[in-house]
């Protein structure tokens, strides 16, 4: 028998396993403190609806979901740590990797902290193509919740519809970088890329065939009345609760709140460009429910679209995107948070740096997905167990960024 | 307000004398940094004074200072107002050595799982707080990575965890450290 050990030794379906298994600690509710007809029930890890890898523990009744803890951590790499053994700008892919569908909005807040640090700033084309990039990134994030936010409650075609438009976009930053996913594309003090030529005529196509497309993606579901039913009483979160929950985005604007750093903390220049900070107004029932997330951001892919445009009339036609790339980067003694406005809400992060090193003394992340998550277990209470689905798709989270 | 008159005011609701507390209202983003035993109290004052109507409570972050006197976790605590539009950041510390802090849980909710995930990965422990376990790690992890004298494991349940030798070699060197844990 001694032939079949595995080379992990240890591996538990080798017949030769002795090892006691871990303490299973993996469960918040205890069956002993059960009430008669309730019982505990896990959705996920692997469940298609959760987004990614993430465990929800549920204790119902019936249908009725009691109590709800999310269990998080399986994509956890720490890349804090590794930030400590990495130079400055070797960082910038390990912050891609966070929210692997808003690339752009990573290594941007990440590259603005350094840049606060360092006390450096941009030239116009690069805050120009900055805006651009992030504003695109912010279509294509939205596209993909608002499909996929389409396919969880049950329709079909808003789903394709939206994957076609963002397959557009992803097709425009391959061209400019060269990657479709994770992009490597903000560097301290620049781009990695000019715009091609002919990138600025191709962007303007697709946002005049784009809009149309949004038009009657939103005409089919937004305004459904399966949809507005299944969505608008559900998962209400107060705007008191918002705040108590530092939540941020489109989630916070969800709840009538009226914040948005790119008007209230502008960067980049956010505050020469003619945009509305879109806030729920709620037609279909109580404020802060899941259609008045979702609708946020229906609403702002019509925003960042002005935004695009005027930042493509604008942009400079001369300017070297390398220009303030530092050579080397070694800031002083110090410290810098910077927010910015990430499709997914407030994207902010903290570098502590000695003096003169090469090396972070320590970076972290902030992510608005994890703060968004921590308020799960208050807005689930009470609901149905299929409006949990509708709950997770409408704050929007992304477990590479909850899980760092 | 501006970041030299939030802190005046924070300090004499607090009864801290001038020169007793470090505090930097000229710095990137301004900061003050009181004893922990008074963290409560300023957290309960900045979020309920209307002047100051600090709102939320942004993110909270542990920063490991081991060559210090005395060694020492900073944990930092980034404070917006969306009312009034400021920004402030509150700094503690608190010991290497089986340290805690109160919670702030009871003045921000967002608290609970920031407080979950700086005891995960640095070891404090916060007092009074309503869920006290680990959050990104299994709850058997062997110490709190984040610390800078914290050790690879070689084995967690007999699965081999250390980075590779490859990996651990060009660190040592000085290189550029690998993408992922076997490198």
Known sequence: MAEQRSPVDGAPLVTLYDEELPPDNSYAFSPEELEEDEMILNMGPQHPSTHGVLRVELKTDGEIVKDARPHIGYLHRNFEKHAENIDYQGVIPFTDRMDYVGSMGNSLAYALTVEKLLGIGVGERVAGIRVITAELQRIASHLLAMGTYGMDIGAFTPFLLCFQQRERVLDLFEWLCGARLLYNYNWVGGVSHDLPEGWTDKCRRFLDEFVPVLDEVDKLLSHNKIFIRRTADIGIITPAMAKDYALSGPNLRGSGIDWDLRRDDPYLGYENYDFNVVVADSPHGPVGSCWDRYFVRVREMYESVKIVRQALDRLPAEGDVHENVPRFVRPLAGEAYCRSEAPRGELAFYIVAENKKPIPYRVKGRSPCFVAMGLFHEITRGEMIADIIAIIGSLDIVLGEIDR | ?183
């Open chain 2, 1 to 183: 307000m501006s970041a030299a008159s939030i802190i005046e005011r924070l300090a004499a609701h607090l009864g801290l004398e001038e020169g007793s507390f470090e505090s930097d209202a000229e710095a990137k983003d301004p900061w003050v940094r009181i004893p922990g035993d008074r963290l409560l109290a300023a957290a309960r004052f900045l979020k309920t004074d209307p002047e100051l109507d600090f709102d939320t409570l942004h993110c909270v972050s542990g920063v490991d200072w081991p060559a210090d006197d005395p060694p020492a976790i900073e944990v930092v605590y980034h404070l917006t107002s969306l009312s009034r539009k400021h920004w402030i950041v509150l700094k503690t510390r608190v010991g290497r050595e089986g340290g805690s802090l109160p919670t702030l849980e009871t003045v921000w909710k967002t608290a609970n799982w920031h407080e979950r995930e700086t005891y995960d990965l640095f070891g404090v422990r916060f007092e009074g707080h309503s869920d006290h376990r680990r959050i990104l790690l299994p709850a058997d992890w062997p110490g709190h990575p984040l610390l800078r004298d914290w050790e690879w494991p070689e084995t967690w349940h007999k699965i081999p965890v250390k980075p590779g030798r490859q990996m651990t070699e060009r660190a040592e060197g000085g290189q550029m450290t690998g993408v992922g844990p076997f490198d």
